[in-house]
Structures are given as C-alpha cells and as structure tokens.
C-alpha cells in the first residue's frame, strides 16, 4: 500500500532541467500519480518550501534511501510532527536474542534551535518491534534496492560534508560514543542522539555582534578603574609614544644647544644643517682674514686647493648618479662634465676639482682661456691636470655643442670684476646658459656682485658668504681649518659637519 512508504527517506531524479531532490515521503496519491516529500534538498541545498509535489510523468528515478519502522511510520503521518534527517543517518538497529525481531531505537524530536543543547531530563528510548513477517519482507525488498543504496552513498558522503561545513558557528556537533557499555551509550544518545531540525539560512552577522561592543566605553572604564586604584599597566589609547631614530639616545641629556657658531659681527644671512644647527654666513672680509690666518698657520693654499677640490668632486660624483652611474657596467656611458675656469685661485680650484673627476673615470673638458703668464697654483694644478685623460681647450668654440651632463662654474672671482667685460667671459657664459646642464658654481661670490650663469648648487668654503637667490641650495665643505684659528680671528665655532665633509645648507 502506499501508506507503507510514509516517513521513508527518498531520492528522487527529476533529470537535468529540474536536478534531484532528496526528503521524506509525506503524501502518496495513487489516483493523481504524485507523491510529497516534506523539508526537500535540491541537489544538496534545503529548499525554502517545507514540501515539494512530484508528478510521475516528471520523475526520472527514484531511490529509496531508509525505509521506517511501523511505529515511526505513525509519527509522520501528520505533516506537524515529521522531521526531516539528513541524508543517511538512521535509527539504531539490533537484533534480539532469539531472532524473531528488530529492536529499532529512535530518541523522539527536538525542538530546542541549533545553537543551544537542551537539556533533557525525562527522555526515553521508543522500542518498536517488528514481526517476523513485516523483518522477512523488508529484508526481500531491501535486496531489490540494494544496488540503488550503494550509489546514493557517494551522494550521502557528500552531503554529510557539505551540513558539517555549513552548520552554525555555535552548533555543537553530535558525537557518537564508542563504548560498548549500553548504560554509557543510552547516556550519550540522551545527550547527543537528536536529529538536526533545521539549518540556518543566513551567515552569522558579524558585524552586528561587533557593534554591540562599546570599545570607548569598555576603555574608559579600564581607565577609571586604573585612576582608582593608582596602577597603569598600558597606555590610553589617546597616549602617543615618543618614537625615536636609529641614531637617537633615549636617554635623557643636556639639552641641545643649536647655536653654536657664534660671529663677532651680526651676519645678513643665516642657515641651518639637516639637524638644525645654525650656520651663519660672513662678510668676504671676515672670510678673507680666516683663510689668511690659517695660511699663517700653516694651511697653504696648495693644501687648500687639494682639500676644496677633493670635496667639489664628492659632491660633483653625487650629482653624477653615484653608484648607479659609475661602475664598471656602464663604461659605455661615462659622464661628461665641463670645466669653466678663469685666471685665478677660483679657477685653480676648479682645476684641482677636475683632475680627481678624471681619476674617477668622468670625461672632463677644461675651458681656459690663453694668458700669457699664469698664477702659480694654476701653472702647478695644470701641471697635474695633463697628466690625466681629461681635455683642455682655450676657446668657447671647441666645447661641445650637445648637452653635458654637468658644468661647473669657476669663472667668478671676488676681486677681479672687470674680467666679466672680457670677450672670452661672455662667450663662456653664453654658452654655458644655452647647454641646459645643470650648474655647479664653486666658492661663488656674494649676492651683491652679479652673477652671469645661474646655479642649480653652490659649494661654500669654511663658512658660506650670504649668497643670493641665483646660488641655488647651498653646500658647505669643510677645507680642514682648526678650531683655535676660529677663535684667532673672533668667531666661537663649532664644527656642524658631523661624519660628513659636505653638508647641505637651509636658508631660514
């Protein structure tokens, strides 16, 4: 009959356009050719509709996946009462001592939701017994589905994988003893022996959990607590801790005192390191004098000269790329500078400047133009230069007329203004203004005397002079000047190089 198969687990195959669905038979009609199943799966996923209606005409094959007992197939038949299991979990089967029956036990439904475990105090075992005859023909009706229950197991794997990683996050899951003591395992079916009633739909809000904690408030009272009883074990959140650098002491010392040059005159102009020292600059008398008391000293000018054009050229490599520029991968591509020098220790320096680029692989260009008798110093530094690869010319003619990479400008002197009315001073300025090379003007002279080529930097000697706006950023070097010859001439100095022999100076 057809109300024999009410309550049994059932997968039915209704082909590619409507999938399978799996459930527990509700309702047979033999005169319509339909049956309901209640609580269906589709193809793995519980349906909204607590029941489904099939017609015969649309089922491709059916398999019958657990078959009730007759006391099991009372309890579903009313549609309130029924449960739907999932897919191969069934009843406990025994068998008696004298072979004449099945003892079937099934713990009864819960209503208790997935997240909680009731707690179940008068829960008793239901113990059906099945005749021999009723045992005889399910055992010859489960012969015939056999075959169709090995293949549903695959499914059944599946689905059980799929419900474990789907249920909610405050679910416990059911865990089966594996002692043999049937008091102990009638305890753990009393605990854990309940069907899943249902599966939540939607994903646990997190976001509104979170937002029911008060991080402000749960801090503040951290806080008033801590006031209270006097003891801080961490810091509020609107605390900030002090950060240092590397090069930082976290200790506490003197504090720092930022002005420690000091000139006996009120410079025009001051500027300041990277640190914050303050450098102030110093009329060209002043600066005259210093130099002149440390050549006295012993500080000559061939040594000056040395010591400026070791520094010129540090920083003119820097310019240059560094690293990245000179090294032996890049022999193909040497950087070319242009030298621009005039008659005198300015341009002396410039010479020096250029002998130790070429020691380092940089093609240097030297302009300078004929005189009929030479300083000293540029007769020696020219000396020197001849016997590096570098190459000098005396006309404005024969420098190149593609961009350089570099000029350096060594064309001014403090003294000699009417060298800038000379043919050779204007045609070099010209020039040096249409190549578009960045300028490196060394040891300028003040702001007051006017300038032909603008700089992009400007290397100071000692102390920088108050340089104008067309010196660019202004660098000092330190040329080796001792700190009593400082104090010789009226300035309380204190050197603001640090590790370093050229430093960059901020106007303030």
């Known amino acids: 009959m057809a109300t024999d198969w009410l309550g049994s687990i059932v997968s039915i195959n209704c082909g590619e356009s409507l999938g399978v669905y799996q459930g527990r038979v509700s309702a047979v009609d033999q005169v319509s050719q339909t049956i309901s199943l209640t609580r269906p799966f589709h193809n793995g996923v519980k349906c909204l ?84 005859q009723q045992q005889q023909c399910s055992k010859s009706y489960m012969d015939r589905h056999v075959e169709s229950m090995n293949q549903s197991k695959g499914f059944r794997r599946r689905h059980n994988s799929w419900s474990s990683s789907s249920r909610h996050p405050n679910q416990v899951t059911p865990k089966k003893s594996g002692l043999k003591n049937g008091q102990m395992k009638s305890k753990d079916d009393e605990c854990f022996g309940d069907d899943i009633e249902e599966l939540p739909d939607t994903d646990f809000d997190f976001e509104g959990n979170l937002a029911l904690f008060d991080k402000a408030a749960v801090f503040e009272e951290i806080d008033t607590y801590e006031r209270r009883s006097g003891t801080r074990s961490r810091g509020t959140p609107n605390e900030k801790p002090a950060r240092y650098r590397h090069d930082e002491n976290i200790l506490e010392s003197e504090p720092i005192v930022y002005r420690r040059i000091i000139v006996p005159q009120n410079s025009s102009k001051e500027f300041c390191t990277d640190s914050g020292l303050v450098v102030p600059s110093v009329s060209y008398e002043l600066h005259k004098k210093l130099l002149s008391v440390a050549e006295k000293h012993g500080l000559t000018l061939e040594r000056r000269l040395e010591m400026t054009g070791v520094c010129a050229s540090q920083m003119a490599l820097s310019l240059l790329g560094g690293p990245n520029r000179l090294n032996p991968k890049n022999v193909h591509q040497r950087p070319t500078v242009a030298l621009l020098c005039g008659p005198h220790v300015k341009g002396a320096q410039g010479i020096s400047c250029g002998r130790h680029l070429s020691n380092h692989d940089v093609h240097i260009i030297l302009f300078l133009p004929n005189f009929v008798k030479m300083l000293e110093p540029i007769t020696n530094e020219l000396n020197l230069f001849s016997k590096t690869q570098g190459q000098q010319v005396s006309s404005v003619r024969d420098l190149p007329d593609t961009p350089v990479d570099l000029v350096i400008n060594c064309l001014d002197c403090h003294e000699n203004a009417f060298l800038r009315d000379q043919p050779w001073y204007k045609a070099a300025v010209d020039w040096a203004n249409k190549n578009r090379a960045p300028v490196l003007s060394i040891d300028p002279p003040m702001c007051e005397m006017e300038q032909g080529i603008d700089a992009k930097w400007s290397l100071a000697l000692g102390l920088p002079l108050p340089l104008g706006e067309r010196a660019g950023r202004v660098y000092l070097c330190d040329i080796g000047i001792p700190q009593k010859v400082f104090q010789e001439v009226g300035i309380n100095y204190h050197s603001p190089f640090g590790c370093k022999f050229v430093i960059p100076l901020h106007s303030t």
């Open 49 to 132: 509709v607590p029941e489904v209606t099939f017609r015969a005409g649309d089922i491709t094959e059916l398999k019958i996946l657990e078959i009730p007992g007759p006391g099991e197939i009372r309890q579903y038949g009313d549609l309130q009462q029924t449960e739907l299991g999932i897919p191969g979990v069934g009843c406990q089967v025994s068998t008696n001592q004298n072979g004449t029956g099945k003892m079937l036990k099934k713990p009864t439904a819960s209503s208790s939701a997935p997240q909680n475990i009731p707690r179940r105090t008068d829960m008793k075992n239901q113990d059906v017994v099945i005749s021999p």
